[in-house]
């Protein structure tokens, strides 16, 4: 009886010790990989009346007359607010991978968006990043 109880105890020890060292290697939300092709912009937001409108094709942010009809928009900005401009892929098809990382800039001033992101230019929805 003693025999089967301490074999019981190093089964159970040894399948606990399996399983709680297993390791995570995923620590935070899905994000871009720092290496690679990976983009970082500052938005400021601070505005109450203005948009903050962003092309990821032209990998900047851009002036445009009525959001609803154009084209030469991606993702926009205003306070903590965003809006994408999608159908399918995005209006070219093509696809980006973001990451929204700071509410702050350089300076630690709040009303700014920071985003990571990745331009998948391909048209392709396969994404060669590895999370960190």
Not at 44 to 69: G, H, L
């Amino acid at each position: 009886m003693i025999k089967r109880t301490l074999l019981l105890a190093i089964a159970i020890a040894t399948t606990m010790g399996i399983v709680t060292c297993k390791k995570d290697n995923k620590t935070q939300p899905d994000k871009p990989n720092p290496g690679g092709n990976v983009k970082t912009h500052t938005f400021d937001t601070r505005a109450f009346d203005k948009w903050v409108y962003f092309s990821f094709a032209e990998n900047k942010e851009v002036e445009i007359a009525d959001f609803q009809t154009s084209m030469d928009w991606d993702i926009a900005f205003h306070r903590f607010d965003v809006r994408v401009n999608c159908g399918t892929a995005g209006p070219d098809g093509k696809y980006a991978k973001i990451w929204l990382k700071d509410y702050y800039n350089d300076n630690s001033e709040t009303g700014f968006i920071t985003m990571q992101y990745f331009y998948q230019k391909d048209g392709s929805n396969e994404f060669f990043m590895e999370i960190e």
